[in-house]
């Protein structure tokens, strides 16, 4: 019999109150308090930031902020439990309800939920929660080149059920392979439920999963019967039987089965908790590369940051899934989620879109942070922590996260990686043991958690943490794209077997390039590159699983110009490198899949000439593949623009819901009197003329060139929101142009992704909300580049060499080791070595200690591009002399704007080669 008493899900991202501590009025305490007056404050939706308008700035609010919502009790609610649960706040939450605290939470990309039946009372009740996003050296992470603005960022729901329930997130489905003989694949389904009692009875109950085709067809079914003492929990596991060809899930069929798990006590069901499932298996091996249900797989994808234009942070689902369908849409089968659990509609989007899935927690690192001593207090320290009395409350925030990540993601069949975060060799070299044994801690939590899938660390190229000791995969980056590869001269050759790496290994960032709309219409492999000397031809040996372009989206970074890396910019319009990929990558993959060496031209024309590719489908906001095989595509032309065009971009509608989880891209152009496109510019606005919605803009009804919309070639975008049901018409203008128009239809919620209908102000606020957008006060607390604190430039980044001798490896010169040391391959003038600083700094002091005492002779360069040089410090003519060996030479040097340093030897002492004991480079993000 089926009971009237199951759960239900309540979205609750409208109709907040919001103060941020820069605000006059703003206090510490009395805002907990249900009756606290708070109609003096702003009125915002979730998702929300406390940076809202954000456009990629180097700076970000950082302090803390109120949220606060009023709701009545529900007469219906009565004798049961009432959950509140968060997807994301970053980065310290304490929660109040009606002047309770029901929890704190620390960690800003992990959900969390709370039982707060017992705070609620008849008639009005109040959610007050206090947010901030200090910097704090015990929580992960404590350092990152990204932004991190604070705010309730993600959905906020209620969620009813009877005292006998499923946990949240308490369903764990797993599909263990059986067998798999070429004709016949036999599945099963395993179903591990946590059970909930929180009556004052005991109970006996059945717990029963059915797994249902597209069409409704019950597929397979288990059932599980145990007591359940009152006021415990209990896990049930129950296998079904095996499954005979189950549709398998895979890019090219992201075939995705409805699960049905049910509590059913005294022959009622009392609780029921629908999810999505898929069948497939997966092998990670070291020397054939990745499986998926037993056809090998080449890994092509990028990095994705979750931050879009305006908005920041503060991002709905369907803009989430308008980023995965932007992964799709070139090409690629995977995605790394760089560098932070994301959003669960992230998943489920992959889930959806048929792209591979790489989780990452949030145990990383940034350049500089090797330099740190204790003495940092902001994202730029030592990712572990260097002072003792902060190390047992990251290690433990750290693990937390991890574990909240698996939880809330372990059903996704497109997660085929949990990674334990990355390139935490940004850390101090006194706390490198430390450092790695929490690695080691966290892969057997991963283990723990979820011993379907394997447990990686992205950022392994330095530490030799790509070993099995550590972890199961190694994700490495930027110079780490070329450990194992052999070379004859500049050209990629065959690798021998016994030198290949000893675990599996995905290149997690390569073709790190700065580079704005419009672009270049070419890939750029940088450290997978097939030749030395040109960075467009690519290799994929046998054995590595795959690869991720650094980075699918430009971002926010506090780095200076390290976010314009990416093939979409910020707004999500594609620079001409995302084309190039999309009209290629499908041959790219199959190539990767069928040969070891990717640059073969038969290889290559093999794979074009496997794949049937609709050339017609594959054009995108106008732009169509080029005419002939290896040409460019027609790109607007310059010219004189006489009108404007509006219209949704690709993935959005012009009917959205009101409930904060949807939006619209809107795509404005510049075209002429035949409706082309126009590779020009002018001043637009968009306004919303009447009806609801808001931009992300200080003038939440208008937003134009002055304020954040950008158009470059006749192109521009800003993503548009509404939380109140109407239509919306919204107008394009700029002067001497004839105007366009839009209408969006916003209607009321009734349910996406578990969030069912919404629930209403006890005193309904009619207005739109205001964004929260006040501009900062003088007395805002920002982040703000320390000028007079250098930097270190220089600790564990991407490096090369002109050649090394066996032993003196090139990363030596960097890796604060002074017992280590590069060494050039020969005697000869000339040898050099090179430093990526990943994104353009400004040096300030260079540290140089050699092997030897003795002349030196050389020059130090420096270049914004890797083509042009000029000099940072130059003893070509006038020689060093070191008195004693590894004695260190500390010289300022010119500072000039460098993406790459580059140290070439023109003089040794007899019999020396060129060679590095250290190399330290110290100087700004920015001047």
Excluded at 483 to 502: A, H
Excluded at 839 to 850: C, H, M, N, Q
Excluded at 885 to 908: H, S
Aim: a negative charge; hydrophobic letters at 35%.
């Amino acid at each position: 019999m089926r009971s009237e008493r199951r759960r239900s899900c309540i979205n609750l991202n409208r109709e907040w109150r919001f103060v941020r501590s820069d605000e006059f009025g703003y206090e510490e305490e009395r805002p907990k308090q249900a009756e606290y007056d708070d109609t003096g404050w702003r009125h915002v939706g979730l998702p929300h930031s406390f940076s809202i308008p954000y456009y990629m700035e180097n700076e970000w609010f950082i302090g803390s902020g109120w949220y606060r919502k009023r709701f009545a009790y529900r007469p219906e609610w009565a004798g049961k439990l009432v959950h509140l649960a968060f997807e994301g706040v970053f980065q310290t939450a304490e929660v109040f309800v009606n002047g309770g605290l029901v929890g704190r939470h620390e960690g800003g990309y992990t959900g969390f939920c709370y039982d707060i039946t017992e705070w609620l009372r008849d008639g009005s009740n109040v959610i007050a929660v206090r947010v901030g996003n200090e910097w704090s050296g015990r929580i992960a992470p404590r350092s990152g080149e990204h932004t991190f603005s604070g705010g309730i960022y993600r959905d906020v729901s209620l969620t009813v059920t009877e005292p006998l329930h499923l946990a949240w997130n308490g369903t764990f489905v797993t599909t263990p392979l059986l067998s798999n003989d070429g004709n016949e694949t036999r599945m099963q389904v395993r179903v591990q439920a946590e059970v909930v009692n929180g009556s004052e009875e005991d109970k006996r109950v059945t717990v029963r999963t059915v797994v249902r085709d597209r069409e409704g067809r019950e597929t397979v079914a288990t059932e599980r019967t145990l007591e359940v003492a009152a006021g415990t929990t209990r896990k049930a596991d129950s296998f079904g039987g095996p499954v005979s060809n189950p549709r398998l899930w895979g890019p090219d069929d992201p075939y995705l089965y409805r699960v049905t798990t049910e509590i059913v006590a005294e022959g009622e069901v009392v609780d029921e908790f629908e999810d999505t499932m898929g069948f497939r298996w997966m092998e990670w091996t070291a020397d054939e590369g990745f499986f998926l249900n037993g056809r090998r797989l080449f890994l092509n994808g990028a990095n994705v940051h979750q931050d879009q234009a305006g908005w920041g942070d503060a991002v709905t689902q369907a803009a989430i899934y308008r980023d995965v369908k932007m992964i799709k849409d070139a090409g690629m089968n995977f995605i790394r989620g760089s560098h932070y659990p994301h959003h669960p509609a992230f998943a489920r989007a992959c889930d959806e879109y048929g792209i591979l899935f790489w989780s990452e927690a949030t145990f990383w690192g940034m350049g500089g942070g090797a330099n740190d001593t204790g003495e940092r207090t902001d994202w730029r320290a030592s990712a572990y922590p260097v002072l003792e009395e902060d190390r047992e409350g990251f290690e433990i925030s750290a693990i937390r996260q991890l574990r909240e990540m698996i939880r809330i993601n372990r059903n996704r069949p497109s997660v085929i990686v949990w990674s334990m975060g990355n390139e935490p060799f940004f850390s101090h070299e006194s706390v490198r043991q430390q450092a790695v044994e929490l690695l080691r801690r966290m892969v057997a939590v991963s283990r723990e958690e979820d011993p379907t899938r394997p447990a990686a660390v992205g950022g392994a190229q330095r530490w030799e943490l790509d070993r099995p000791d550590i972890a199961d995969v190694a994700g490495l980056n930027g110079d780490g794209g070329g450990f194992y590869m052999k070379w004859d001269g500049d050209e990629r050759v065959d690798d021998p077997e016994t030198e290949r790496p000893v675990i599996p290994q995905v290149v997690s960032e390569y073709g790190s390039e700065v580079m704005d709309r419009p672009g270049c219409y070419r890939p750029y492999y940088d450290h997978v590159a097939a030749s030395r000397t040109d960075p467009y031809r690519h290799a994929a040996p046998k054995w590595r699983c795959g690869q991720a372009l650094w980075c699918g989206f430009h971002h926010g970074s506090l780095a200076n110009d390290m976010g314009h890396m990416g093939i979409v910019d910020y707004y999500r319009l594609p620079l001409r490198g995302w084309y190039w990929h999309r009209f290629n990558s499908t041959a790219l993959n199959a190539a990767g899949e069928a040969s070891e060496l990717e640059q073969s031209v038969e290889s290559e024309r093999t794979a074009r000439a496997r794949i049937a590719m609709d050339r017609a489908a594959l054009g995108y906001l106008g732009i169509e593949p080029p005419k002939e095989p290896g040409g460019e595509p027609e790109w607007p032309r310059p010219g004189t623009p006489t009108r404007l065009r509006l219209y949704p971009g690709v993935g959005s509608s012009t009917r959205i819901r009101n409930d904060g989880t949807d939006d619209t891209q809107l795509v404005v152009e510049l075209v002429d009197e035949n409706g082309k496109r126009v590779a020009a510019s002018a001043p637009v606005a968009l306004t919303v003329e009447s009806g609801p919605g808001q931009f992300p803009s200080y003038a939440a009804k208008r937003i134009d060139t002055d304020t954040g919309l950008q158009v470059i070639e006749g192109l521009g975008a800003i993503v548009f929101r509404s939380y109140y049901a109407g239509v919306s018409v919204i107008v394009a203008t700029s002067p001497g142009l004839q105007e366009a128009r839009l209408t969006i239809v916003t209607t009321e919620s009734v349910g996406t992704n578990h969030s069912i209908g919404t629930i209403e102000s006890a005193a309904a606020i009619e207005s739109e909300p205001d964004l929260t957008i006040p501009l900062p006060s003088k007395s805002a607390v920002q982040v703000k580049e320390a000028r007079e604190q250098l930097l270190d430039l220089a600790t564990n980044r991407p490096n090369k060499a002109s050649s090394a001798a066996r032993g003196y490896g090139k990363n030596n010169a960097n890796d604060a080791d002074p017992g280590s040391s590069w060494r050039a391959g020969s005697l000869a003038s000339g040898e050099w070595w090179m430093l990526d600083l990943e994104g353009v700094k400004y040096p300030d002091r260079v540290e140089l200690a050699f092997e030897r005492a003795g002349m030196y002779r050389f020059v130090l360069e420096g270049s914004s591009d890797g083509e042009s040089w000029s000099p940072l410090l130059d003893h070509r003519e006038k020689a060093v002399e070191l008195g004693k060996d590894g004695e260190t030479l500390v010289k300022p040097v010119k500072r000039a704007a460098c993406r790459y340093v580059r140290i070439t030897f023109t003089q040794m002492p007899q019999e020396v080669p060129a060679n590095l004991r250290t190399f330290g480079l110290f100087g700004l993000n920015s001047v």
